[in-house]
C-alpha cells in the first residue's frame, strides 16, 4: 500500500471522458493512502450514463476528468477499454468496491461517514455495516434534502465532516449531483469521498440487484430499468443508443480520442 502513490495508471478516454485501468486492490490501496494523510480527494465510478452526461456537459466533462480516480463501475466501460487496447481492464463496481473499503477501513481503523440515501436507507445502512464489520468507526452519517442546501446548511455539512474525523465518506446521491458535489468540495473536505450511488440501497437492502450473470453480459442497465422504469427510462433509452453510436465513430477514427484537454488514448499518469 506504500508504493500505491508511486503506481503508474493507465487511463482511456471513452468518448472523450477519462476512464482509470484500476482494480478493486489498487483502489482500496489508493484510497486509504490518501485517507491516512487526510488528503481531499474524490473518486467516481463510471458508467455509461457519466460518458453520456459529460459528452453533453463541457461542465461535468471537466468534472470526470478532474477526479482523482474514475472506476469503470459498468461492463460497457469494460469493453470500450478492451477495444481501446487496455486488454487487462476489469469492472471496479461501486456496490462491490463499497464493501471492500468498508473492511479495509476497518482492518486499518480508518474514520468513515456516509452522505446521501434517505433517513431510512442511511440508518438500514449503517446497522448492517456496524454488523458486517464489528469494530468500523462509522464516524458520520446523513441524510441530506431532496432540495439544494443554501450556503449556510452547505458549510454546516462540510464543518460536521471535518469535525467528525471522517477520512473516507461515502456518497450516495444520483449521478451526475453526486460527482458535481464531490468536485465542488473537494479541498473543503480532508476526506476521500467515493460516489458510489445505487450502492446505498443495495446494501441496505431497499432495492434489489441484478443477478450476476446479467451484470456480466452487461445488462444490468435492464434490470434496473425494468424495476425503476419511471425513474429510469429516460437515462437508458436516451444514453445507450447514442454512446454505442459515437465510440464506434471513436474507433474508426472519426472523433478525437482526448477531448476536454486529455492526454493521448493509453498515456500512463502517475496517482
Not at 449556510?152 to 469535525?163: F, L, Q, S, T, Y
Request: glycine share 10%.
Amino acid at each position: 500500500m506504500k508504493q500505491a502513490h508511486t503506481d503508474t495508471l493507465k487511463s482511456g478516454y471513452v468518448i472523450g471522458m477519462r476512464v482509470d485501468c484500476t482494480s478493486y486492490k489498487h483502489a482500496t490501496e489508493q484510497v486509504l493512502e490518501w485517507a491516512g494523510a487526510a488528503e481531499s480527494r474524490y473518486v467516481c465510478v463510471a458508467t455509461v450514463n457519466n460518458v453520456m452526461e459529460a459528452h453533453d456537459s463541457p461542465g461535468f466533462m471537466e468534472v470526470m476528468n478532474s477526479a482523482d480516480l474514475v472506476t469503470p463501475d459498468g461492463m460497457p466501460l469494460v469493453w470500450a477499454l478492451r477495444l481501446l487496447g487496455f486488454s487487462s481492464a476489469g469492472r471496479v463496481y461501486g456496490p462491490d468496491l463499497m464493501p471492500f473499503l468498508l473492511g479495509a477501513a476497518r482492518d486499518s481503523q480508518t474514520p468513515v461517514g456516509f452522505y446521501g440515501g434517505s433517513p431510512e436507507v442511511l440508518q438500514q445502512l449503517t446497522e448492517r455495516a456496524s454488523e458486517r464489520y464489528p469494530g468500523l468507526q462509522i464516524v458520520y452519517s446523513y441524510s441530506p434534502p431532496f432540495r439544494a442546501l443554501t450556503p449556510e446548511e452547505d458549510a454546516e455539512v462540510v464543518d460536521n465532516i471535518r469535525r467528525s474525523g471522517a477520512r473516507v465518506v461515502f456518497i450516495g446521491l444520483n449521478s451526475p449531483k453526486q460527482d458535481i458535489w464531490m468536485a465542488q468540495h473537494r479541498s473543503r473536505i480532508p476526506a476521500v469521498m467515493l460516489g458510489v450511488g445505487a450502492a446505498f440501497d443495495f446494501f441496505a437492502g431497499a432495492k434489489p440487484q441484478a443477478p450476476r450473470w446479467m451484470m456480466g453480459i452487461g445488462l444490468e442497465w435492464l434490470f434496473r430499468l425494468v424495476t425503476e422504469p419511471r425513474r429510469l427510462w429516460r437515462r437508458y433509452l436516451r444514453h445507450n443508443p447514442r454512446f454505442v453510436v459515437l465510440f464506434v465513430m471513436q474507433l474508426l477514427g472519426l472523433r478525437n480520442t482526448g477531448m476536454a484537454g486529455g492526454p493521448p488514448k493509453g498515456a500512463p499518469r502517475t496517482v
